[in-house]
Nanobody
């Protein structure tokens, strides 16, 4: 069973930085995309950044985070990262790790982590 575990969230002042981590299990035969989403209460979950493995691992970002956030992966450690800088109060949300992946047990499937809270406030 694929498990995604996020960490690295917390409280930070405007202009500060945080690095989110998402560790995922090795029970994966193929990965199509890896991404970070965020959600605030009462609103839909929105895409923050995504790596498309089958497009030369091209990274795509929401306009609101371009130039401030960087998504990356550690192939050896099986970890996905989101480096966030120059954080703004509007970045406050619960951040979720997502994989579109293929496993022997479930075929191609969407996997989500439990989320990690990021709060930007002075």
């Amino acid at each position: 069973q694929v498990q995604l575990v996020e960490s690295g969230g917390g409280l930070v002042r405007p202009g500060g930085s945080l690095r989110l981590h998402c560790a995922y299990s090795r029970d994966i035969l193929n990965i199509y995309t890896l991404g970070w989403y965020r959600q605030v209460p009462g609103k839909q979950r929105e895409l923050v950044a995504v790596i498309d493995v089958y497009s030369d691992s091209r990274a795509t970002y929401a306009d609101s985070v371009k130039g401030r956030f960087t998504i990356s992966r550690d192939y050896a450690g099986i970890t996905l990262y989101l480096e966030m800088s120059n954080l703004k109060p509007e970045d406050t949300a619960k951040y979720y790790c997502h994989l579109d992946a293929y496993t022997r047990a479930r075929g191609r499937h969407d996997y989500w982590g439990q989320g990690t809270q990021v709060t930007v406030s002075s």
